[in-house]
């Protein structure tokens, strides 16, 4: 075994180093290119708004629920008190990977006698589903519901 130089530790270090910041440049480019971005266009208005939107919607009584199996996904939209369907006027719902936006996807929901069901192809993992839903007398109804397909 040969003797250490200054040159090999130098070398050694050096690309010690280079593997370091390379790899945080990487993971700083996939943090920032992921990014969602905002939720709202001002939060101080939105942190207003807040506790009466949220006032109205647990007076609705509405309990969500997501299942997905045989390629069907679907969202049951039920009263709490009665576990029955609640009457739904307008429902849409954004599909998609709970860490980055690049593959959202706002399908087609039916209603059926189980609740919205649209088919589509879920890939085993975390999902995320933005739930918005309005009642008969206006009142919106947003949820995020979370999604884990098993393999």
């Known amino acids: 075994m040969g003797e250490i130089t200054g040159r090999q530790v130098f070398i050694f270090t050096a690309g010690a180093f280079a593997v370091i910041i390379g790899v945080n440049l990487v993971m700083a480019y996939k943090a920032v290119s992921t990014f969602p971005g905002l939720e709202v266009k001002n939060s101080y208005i939105a942190s207003q708004e807040f506790n009466e939107r949220k006032a109205e919607q647990v007076a609705l009584g509405w309990v969500a629920e997501p299942r997905y199996e045989n390629g069907v996904l679907t969202v049951a939209v039920t009263e709490a008190e009665t ?17 980055e936006r690049q593959h959202d996807r706002e399908p087609e929901f039916a209603l059926g006698a189980e609740g919205f069901s649209s088919p589509m192809e879920l890939g085993p993992g975390r999902w995320e589903i933005r739930v918005q839903a309005k009642a008969a007398d206006g009142t919106d109804f947003i949820q995020r519901l979370i999604l884990t397909v098993r393999g």
């Open 83 to 99: 576990g029955k369907l609640a009457k739904v006027e307008e429902f849409t719902a954004m599909v998609g990977r709970t860490t």
